[in-house]
């Protein structure tokens, strides 16, 4: 299926729409993001039930058509049950890209700068890597703190993961992007900091 539909609120009435361009093939557990002010929509990733995709494509609200973009730096690898999120710089906006089903790829991290289209991967280190597995979860930005919510999968080799909730501190400025690091620690309330100084614990 194809088609496209937008509800509008606070009425929540459907309308159907007509997208134009080069949009996504068919896929699931993709993500689909909001930025610029909610006038586009990024869509990174997911699978087809065979293939698993790291394609980027970007539809624009204010004539309804898709673009396919060519992105260059570190690419991430092919994946699914991700998320992701948008965290700003000044006027730059990035796509945040964290964790999701891959080969080879677990609990790693990933920037989109939505202007250039170059991506760059960033160091994910977890205190205890084994209390957490980054599929499935929720991924909310707001201000300077990212919210990790709920999460795991189901494995016959090890039966059912739930993780913990986290409350993370992101703070995210141009100099972290090039040499950014995200160290997550659960202590209490678990703090990310994506920052190029020190990490601090919070009891």
Same mark, same amino acid.
């Given at each position: 299926?194809?088609?496209?539909?937008?509800?509008?609120?606070?009425?929540?009435?459907?309308?159907? &729409?007509?997208? @134009? #361009?080069?949009? /996504?093939?068919? *896929?699931? $557990? %993709?993500? +689909? !993001?909001?930025?610029?002010? =909610?006038?586009?929509?990024?869509?990174?990733?997911?699978?087809?039930?065979?293939?698993?995709?790291?394609?980027?494509?970007?539809?624009?609200?204010?004539?309804?058509?898709?673009?396919? &973009?060519?992105? @260059? #730096?570190?690419? /991430?690898?092919? *994946?699914? $049950? %991700?998320? +992701? !999120?948008?965290?700003?710089? =000044?006027?730059?906006?990035?796509?945040?890209?964290?964790?999701?089903?891959?080969?080879?790829?677990?609990?790693?991290?990933?920037?989109?700068?939505?202007?250039?289209?170059?991506?760059?991967?960033?160091?994910?280190?977890?205190?205890?890597?084994?209390?957490?597995?980054?599929?499935?979860?929720?991924?909310?930005?707001?201000?300077?703190?990212?919210?990790?919510?709920?999460?795991?999968?189901?494995?016959?080799?090890?039966?059912?993961?739930?993780?913990?909730?986290?409350?993370?501190?992101?703070?995210?400025?141009?100099?972290?992007?090039?040499?950014?690091?995200?160290?997550?620690?659960?202590?209490?309330?678990?703090?990310?900091?994506?920052?190029?100084?020190?990490?601090?614990?919070?009891?």
């Amino acid at each position: 299926m194809d088609d496209s539909y937008i509800v509008t609120l606070p009425d929540f009435e459907y309308a159907k &729409i007509t997208l @134009s #361009g080069n949009g /996504p093939s068919p *896929r699931y $557990s %993709h993500t +689909a !993001t909001p930025f610029s002010f =909610g006038k586009k929509l990024v869509v990174f990733g997911g699978t087809d039930g065979v293939r698993r995709f790291n394609d980027v494509y970007i539809l624009d609200t204010s004539n309804w058509s898709w673009s396919n &973009i060519n992105c @260059s #730096g570190e690419l /991430p690898a092919p *994946r699914f $049950s %991700h998320s +992701a !999120t948008i965290v700003r710089s =000044g006027e730059s906006e990035f796509l945040l890209v964290i964790g999701g089903c891959s080969p080879g790829s677990q609990n790693d991290a990933y920037l989109l700068d939505l202007q250039s289209f170059v991506w760059q991967r960033i160091r994910l280190s977890l205190e205890n890597p084994s209390s957490m597995m980054l599929v499935k979860f929720s991924l909310v930005a707001s201000g300077n703190l990212l919210y990790f919510v709920g999460g795991g999968a189901t494995c016959f080799s090890f039966g059912t993961h739930i993780n913990d909730s986290l409350m993370a501190e992101f703070a995210l400025t141009l100099a972290d992007i090039r040499g950014g690091d995200i160290s997550m620690y659960k202590q209490g309330q678990t703090i990310a900091s994506a920052s190029s100084g020190p990490t601090q614990k919070v009891a």
